[in-house]
């Protein structure tokens, strides 16, 4: 969502008061963001965004503006624990008293009302079906899911026109919070092997997270590290090339911050790049060799970590390997199932059909099923030698889906998205609804219209 990562670069903007551009602009993720930030300015120009805050500091409108009061008597001790440009996120204990973060959006106006929900609801679809995809890769990497990789266990609408989801609550220090902490080296250790073991059970099932600044890793007040903000999930040949999203990136920089190296300070908050270069490299594991004891093996996989970043090789970060060192084996905490998730219980158990299933459900049951949809058909007329005739066209003929209009289609205008955005994972329609044609594997679970 363009809204909130503009967020955190115009929050990182005022916080540093430097450009946040400060790698290579063919960087197609600078690209987008500078469109993002422009867009920003527009909005935020005509009056329609929340003042930004940053850090610590929590925007006090939360409370007045962004929360919708239907959803008070659902939380008992509610606190804002942080926010972004449309978005606030509070701590309360649900009905059990279990303690879980609450993000609700901001309504804007009645279609942005039903745009807010649609992309509410595909975070949380998107951390559901990562932990499918964790439960299919076997019990090790679900059991790395249930403690770094905290999902998604509810969303709705709010009755002022915006919408919530409900996740467990992961933790309320961030990364960047680090060289200010008094975490002795063991702590320290243990939280970068976190770090490398959250990575590694996403890469691992084809997911890459690509943001990980130092709001969107957590720590809770028992020192365990948690991943939040799965905003940006893609499959690791589409994952960032270079900058401080790429996840290999983000592995260097905190492995500098946390061992208290020479550039900690700079590099907890700051995105600049230019640590991407072989003499800082040299640094980073000469420090990380005295500071933390790191032996060859470890040094010799963090190389090609840094050395595919300062590369910018497309996909390959490197994590995995590097998790199987006994360096970090040795440093990983006790797993324990902080995480747990109620719709994937007992999926180990399931056949590769039960759990393939589960996750076409969770995917596409908000999906509808084209050919119940009035513009699945539209009227051509041709005329051939002074003949006039008229046939009805299918849409998306032999594709498996769509992005679709109701509007009436002459065949050029108001056409579907054949194939559409929402049917890739991690993509949506936008504005527009998706249906499902006969022949796609989840039709069955897509609704009537
Ligand atoms: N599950 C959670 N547990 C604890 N704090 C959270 C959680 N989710 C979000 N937060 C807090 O709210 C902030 C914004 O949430 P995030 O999901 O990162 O939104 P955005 O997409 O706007 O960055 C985070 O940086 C963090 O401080
Ligand atoms: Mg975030």
């Known amino acids: 969502m363009w809204a909130l990562k503009a967020s955190l670069l115009v929050a990182a903007s005022k916080a540093a008061r430097v450009s946040v551009f400060t ?80 993000k609700v959006g901001k309504n804007s ?30 019990e090790e990497v679900l059991k790395l899911h249930e403690m770094f990789i905290p999902t998604c266990t509810g969303v709705g609408p ?8 409900i996740m467990h609550a992961a933790g309320t220090i961030g990364f960047k919070e680090a060289p200010e902490r008094d975490w002795d080296v063991a702590e320290r250790k243990m939280m970068f092997a976190s770090l ?17 600044h130092g709001q969107n890793i957590v720590v809770n007040d028992q020192n365990h590290m948690a991943l939040i903000d799965f905003g940006e999930l893609k499959p690791p040949a ?38 991407l270069y072989p003499q800082r490299m040299t640094d980073t594991k000469t420090c990380l060799q005295s500071k933390w004891g790191v032996d060859a093996e470890f040094t010799s996989k963090m190389s090609v970590v840094m050395n595919n970043g300062i590369d910018q090789v497309v996909g390959e970060h490197g994590i995995v390997e590097l998790f ?20 994937a219980d007992g999926c180990l158990t399931w056949s590769a059909t039960e759990l393939k299933d589960a996750s076409l459900k969770k ?18 007329t041709s005329t051939k030698r002074g003949k006039t005739r008229t046939r009805e066209v299918q849409q ?21 998205q054949c194939d559409g955005m929402s049917i890739a994972r991690g993509s949506t329609c936008g504005e527009f609804p998706a249906c499902l044609m006969s022949t796609h594997p989840a039709y069955k679970f897509a609704k009537d219209l």
């Not at 709010?158 to 989801?165: E, L, M, R």
């Not at 995917?363 to 051509?380: A, Y």
Request: proline letters at 3%.
């Open 23 to 102: 790698h290579d602009q063919s960087d197609d993720q600078s690209v987008q963001d500078f469109a993002a930030v422009s867009m920003l300015e527009m909005v935020s120009a005509a009056g329609g965004l929340m003042n930004v805050t940053i850090g610590a500091q929590i925007n006090k409108l939360c409370e007045t503006e962004i929360w919708s009061d239907e959803l008070t008597p659902m939380f008992t001790e509610r606190r804002v624990v942080g926010s972004g440009a449309t978005a606030c996120v509070w701590l309360g204990k649900d009905e059990t008293g279990t303690v879980v973060a609450i």
């Open 109 to 138: 106006g009645a279609k942005a009302a039903s745009a807010a929900l649609a992309s509410w609801k595909r975070e949380c679809r998107d951390m559901q079906l990562l932990r499918f995809d964790a439960c299919g890769a076997g």
């Open 158 to 165: 709010t009755q002022s026109g915006g919408a919530y989801y």
């Open 196 to 212: 490398v073991g959250a990575l590694y059970s996403m890469h691992i099932v084809g997911q890459t997270h690509n943001d990980l």
């Open 238 to 275: 589409k994952s960032w090339s270079l900058g401080y999203k790429r996840d290999g990136n983000g592995v260097w920089r905190w492995a500098e911050v946390l061992a208290q190296c020479s550039q900690a300070s700079l590099w907890a908050t700051s995105f600049d790049q230019s640590y």
């Open 324 to 343: 199987k060192t006994p360096f970090i084996q040795d440093n990983l905490p006790a797993l324990k199932t902080l995480f747990p998730a109620e719709y």
């Open 363 to 380: 995917q596409f049951e908000d999906h509808v099923k084209c050919d119940q949809v009035p513009t699945f058909t539209w009227t051509k």
């Open 396 to 416: 998306c003929m032999g594709l498996s889906g769509a992005c679709y209009t109701l509007e009436p289609s002459d065949g050029r205008t108001n056409v579907w």
